[in-house]
């Protein structure tokens, strides 16, 4: 498995770069793409890939993206939309049986996957929004390939079995460790110099965002049986596992920004 993440990750990464490089249009439709698959592994477990309900949510969530690069107030109309659309769906045309459990799944992906995931474009149209965006996803990659890593070598304590039996508390702190080294490299590396009083807060606070969206994800999981979203990217799952921690810690970068910065 190793070998297949680091190939998976060789290829990405470049991709990753220049699509945030990009901004504008490129990179929106690359998250709006990102954020509609994974809304579709996120309800297949219950709807299945082809089911009109779950292409709907999917889509709801790619236009959550595009709402996010007109302005932050048109993610609020569309969330408001997130939540009419599918329960007129439902009420047209679903089972009453199964209605109230459908709605409630497609927001649930709706939410968790589009209104989260609009961040990534939110904080890309931020002042220096390029390195925001850089800053959050790969800090968030290091922590979790430090947690992987430290895991599979010397992890012996369980931290949460009864969500995911693999993560480890040993895990769990290199993660932690690498995600706040590479924060404060890349607050150095990206010009932003933060000061300590700024950069080292929003450095503990992205690795402890992104191992709460690891688990958050592991904890879904398990409700839905299933050990990955997909098997679209060898070596990581689907796309739902890569966004897991990223959902959270866009978020977290997106309003440090905005509301502690002077």
């Given at each position: 498995?190793?070998?297949q993440?680091?190939?998976t990750?060789?290829?990405?990464?470049?991709?990753?770069f220049v699509?945030?490089l990009?901004?504008?249009?490129w990179?929106?439709?690359?998250?709006?793409?990102?954020?509609?698959v994974?809304?579709?592994e996120?309800q297949?477990?219950?709807?299945?890939?082809?089911?009109?309900?779950?292409l709907l949510?999917?889509?709801?969530?790619?236009?959550?993206?595009?709402?996010?690069?007109v302005?932050?107030?048109w993610?609020?109309?569309?969330?408001?939309?997130a939540?009419?659309?599918p329960?007129?769906?439902?009420?047209?045309?679903?089972?009453?049986?199964?209605?109230?459990?459908d709605?409630?799944?497609?927001?649930?992906?709706?939410?968790?996957?589009g209104?989260?995931?609009?961040h990534l474009?939110?904080a890309?149209?931020?002042?220096?929004?390029?390195?925001?965006?850089?800053?959050?996803?790969?800090?968030?990659?290091?922590?979790?390939?430090?947690?992987?890593l430290?895991g599979?070598a010397?992890g012996?304590?369980?931290?949460?079995?009864h969500?995911s039996?693999?993560?480890?508390?040993?895990?769990?702190?290199g993660?932690?460790?690498?995600?706040?080294?590479?924060a404060?490299?890349l607050?150095?590396?990206?010009?932003?110099?933060?000061?300590?009083a700024?950069?080292v807060?929003?450095?503990?606070?992205?690795?402890?965002?992104?191992?709460?969206?690891?688990?958050?994800?592991s904890?879904l999981?398990?409700?839905?049986?299933?050990?990955?979203?997909?098997?679209?990217?060898?070596?990581?799952?689907?796309?739902?596992d890569?966004?897991?921690s990223v959902?959270?810690?866009?978020v977290?970068v997106?309003?440090?920004?905005?509301?502690?910065?002077?």
């Amino acid at each position: 498995m190793l070998p297949q993440r680091i190939a998976t990750a060789v290829a990405g990464i470049p991709i990753i770069f220049v699509l945030i490089l990009a901004g504008g249009r490129w990179y929106t439709a690359a998250v709006a793409l990102v954020l509609f698959v994974a809304a579709l592994e996120f309800q297949s477990a219950r709807m299945g890939w082809r089911s009109p309900l779950a292409l709907l949510g999917a889509a709801l969530c790619a236009a959550l993206a595009g709402g996010a690069l007109v302005g932050p107030e048109w993610v609020l109309w569309f969330a408001l939309g997130a939540v009419v659309v599918p329960l007129a769906w439902v009420t047209l045309r679903g089972d009453p049986g199964t209605a109230l459990n459908d709605w409630l799944w497609t927001l649930g992906a709706v939410f968790y996957v589009g209104l989260l995931g609009s961040h990534l474009v939110l904080a890309r149209g931020l002042e220096n929004g390029r390195d925001w965006v850089y800053l959050a996803l790969f800090a968030t990659f290091a922590s979790d390939s430090a947690s992987y890593l430290v895991g599979r070598a010397v992890g012996r304590q369980a931290l949460a079995p009864h969500i995911s039996p693999g993560k480890t508390v040993e895990g769990a702190l290199g993660g932690f460790a690498g995600g706040i080294a590479a924060a404060v490299l890349l607050n150095y590396l990206l010009g932003l110099r933060l000061e300590p009083a700024l950069i080292v807060p929003l450095a503990v606070l992205i690795p402890l965002a992104a191992q709460l969206g690891d688990l958050a994800e592991s904890i879904l999981k398990r409700g839905m049986q299933t050990k990955d979203a997909s098997k679209l990217l060898p070596g990581h799952g689907g796309f739902m596992d890569r966004l897991d921690s990223v959902l959270l810690t866009s978020v977290v970068v997106y309003y440090f920004v905005v509301w502690v910065l002077p």
